[in-house]
């Protein structure tokens, strides 16, 4: 059985200081603020997936407050629940924010094709130009790498 743990009030938090080493306030349900030795506090997760301890970053104080920290749990809990371990759903979505800011970063590529006109595209979007459009597209190439 767990032990019961009193959950912390937002004075406690408020008030915690920095120590010499990181010390754990827990909140109970495997919520728990990290106090680290240069004055971060960070929310964190702790709990069990397939027989493996992890913990989950929930967020700093004050940016995340307790009620958030503890809604974060609480939605962490229920992925458990569903059999999902959270830290992949976080590792997956920050692996797509990833690539879709690269996506966003990408230069425009010219090529010109077989039959002479020029193609731009950026991602997946291709734009081809008619033989007026590469003919004044070219003249301005022509003239800048001169």
């Known amino acids: 059985m767990p032990k019961v743990i009193p959950p912390l009030s937002e004075s406690e ?7 010499d080493k990181i010390y754990r306030l827990f909140d109970g349900g495997g919520l728990y603020l990290q106090v680290t030795p240069s004055g971060g506090k960070w929310w964190r997760f702790k709990y069990r997936f397939k027989r ?3 913990s989950l970053s929930l967020g700093t104080y004050p940016t995340t407050s307790l009620e958030d920290a503890r809604r974060s749990r609480d939605a962490a809990k229920e992925l458990l629940s569903q059999d999902i371990d959270p830290s992949e ?3 997956q979505e920050k692996a797509q924010s990833k690539a879709e800011h690269l ?10 094709s077989f039959d002479g006109r020029i193609e731009i595209w ?9 033989w007026d459009e590469s003919r004044f597209i ?3 190439l022509t003239n800048v790498t001169r």
């Not at 938090?13 to 120590?19: G, I, N, P, T, W």
């Not at 996506?103 to 010109?112: H, I, K, M, N, Y």
């Open 122 to 130: 950026k991602g997946s979007n291709t734009m081809r130009l008619t």
């Open 52 to 54: 493996k301890e992890k």
């Open 13 to 19: 938090v408020r008030s915690a200081k920095y120590e």
């Open 89 to 91: 759903i976080r590792k």
């Open 138 to 140: 070219a003249n301005l």
């Open 103 to 112: 996506e966003g970063q990408r230069l425009p590529s010219v090529r010109v």
